[in-house]
């Protein structure tokens, strides 16, 4: 079979290069043509026919100010899938760019599926007639979003796990040791405290500050920039690093089991953390309005925005969003963390704990591409 699979940020590249070796034990004679990063590149043997790093806008503004690129990526999205007229279309999160390519493979009749469901049970739940429309399953990886489709008459949704709980336990057990990591990356032997300011210019411009800020309120700490993928160190330099140093490993995770304590922009990023037992605050500063943040309060129909929050139902990591995401405010938070007795930070790891429980240690990738395959055999007897 061939398999058109499209990743529009780092952690569906990670993803998605899981779900390509796992298509290919499962169908040896798989084919993938493809849109990501390096390492879905790596596991298919090719190059993406767009590189993420060329799709990574965030916010309307963002967005408007490469309106240009926008319309030539899913172009160039469009036309190269119609010329592989591969057997599926596999989508990983990435809405507003993935639907449109869907619909047109639904013209085309070629089957669409969705791996990593998108978060429209937080906004934009609407988008869910477009799902019920163009996509044949969709695969969760959190175990409240079946639920959400069926509430919405979508029955074709189910959790497969969460990919990150595996991918995480092995890049904890990778790690350099402790002398040996702050070795290599010429550290002296101090408390690290991690900041993770996103993986776009927009996220970066906006949270990096406010986490440096906070951060030089504990000088007997040091802090950390987990480079981003794709992200060059001089774009850091550019939005307020100072002189923190910007360190990278193959994976966060295996800066994480090395910190203190950590300051993380609201995504994907904080489920690693969680996962790999980092206490954290979250940052989201955008353009740091009151005004903003009662918006956004009326259009998230959740009551929390990080991941462990959500997935455990309450406040397990204290979330500082727009107005309240100010460096007074998040040193705050960030201090009982640091402190290894501290009833704070006994109760976070505690949450993380449940929030392990809650999502299991089914393989994602493994049973995303058992039922792709399947459903595939049968839809081309």
């Known amino acids: 079979m061939h398999y058109f699979i499209i990743a529009g940020e780092a952690s569906g590249d990670l993803h998605g290069s899981h779900l390509i070796k796992a298509l290919r034990e499962r169908d040896s004679a798989a084919v993938i043509t493809f849109i990501g990063g390096d390492k879905m590149a790596a596991a298919a043997g090719g190059t993406p026919v767009i590189h993420f790093r060329e799709m990574a806008f965030m916010g309307f503004s963002e ?3 490469n309106l240009g690129k926008v319309a030539s990526n899913l172009s160039k999205a469009k036309n190269a899938l119609e010329m592989a007229a591969p057997d599926a279309l596999i989508l990983i999160d990435y809405p507003s760019f993935n639907l449109k390519v869907a619909a047109k493979a639904a013209r085309l009749g070629i089957p669409v599926y969705y791996y990593i469901s998108p978060k429209i049970w937080a ?7 477009d799902i019920r429309r163009l996509v044949r399953c969709v695969f969760c990886i959190l175990p409240f979003e079946p639920d959400f489709y069926k509430e919405h008459d979508y029955r074709r949704a189910f959790y497969v796990g969460n990919p990150s709980v595996a991918e995480i ?3 904890v057990v990778e790690a350099l040791s402790r002398d040996e990591f702050l070795a290599k990356h010429k ?3 101090r408390p690290l405290i991690a900041l993770m300011p996103g993986s776009r210019r927009g996220e970066i411009r906006n949270n990096l500050p406010v986490m440096v800020a906070a951060t030089d309120t504990f000088p007997q700490y040091r802090g950390i920039i987990i480079g981003a993928p794709g992200v060059d160190d001089s774009l850091y330099a550019a939005c307020g690093a100072g002189n923190l140093p910007v360190v990278r490993e193959r994976s966060a995770a295996e800066i994480l089991t090395h910190c203190r304590a950590a300051l993380v922009t609201s ?8 996962l790999t037992g980092t206490p954290q605050v979250v940052c989201y500063r ?9 918006i956004m309060d009326k259009i998230l129909d959740v009551d929390f925005v990080s991941l462990p929050n959500l997935i455990s139902g309450r406040e397990v990591i204290p979330e500082m969003l727009l107005h309240n995401c100010t460096p007074e405010l998040v040193a705050e938070r960030l201090a009982p963390l640091l402190r290894p007795d501290s009833a704070q930070r006994i109760a976070q790891l505690d949450g993380y704990a449940a929030v392990r429980t809650a999502l299991g240690t089914a393989d994602a990738a493994a049973n995303t591409a058992k039922v792709i395959v399947k ?3 049968a839809v081309h007897k």
């Open 267 to 274: 995504g994907t990023a904080t489920l690693e953390a969680a």
């Open 123 to 129: 906004w934009k739940k609407w988008r869910v007639r």
């Open 286 to 294: 955008a353009n740091g309005s009151k005004l903003s943040y009662q």
């Open 63 to 65: 967005v408007l100010r």
């Open 375 to 377: 459903d595939l055999s």
């Open 187 to 189: 550290l002296r032997d």
């Open 169 to 171: 336990d092995a890049d």
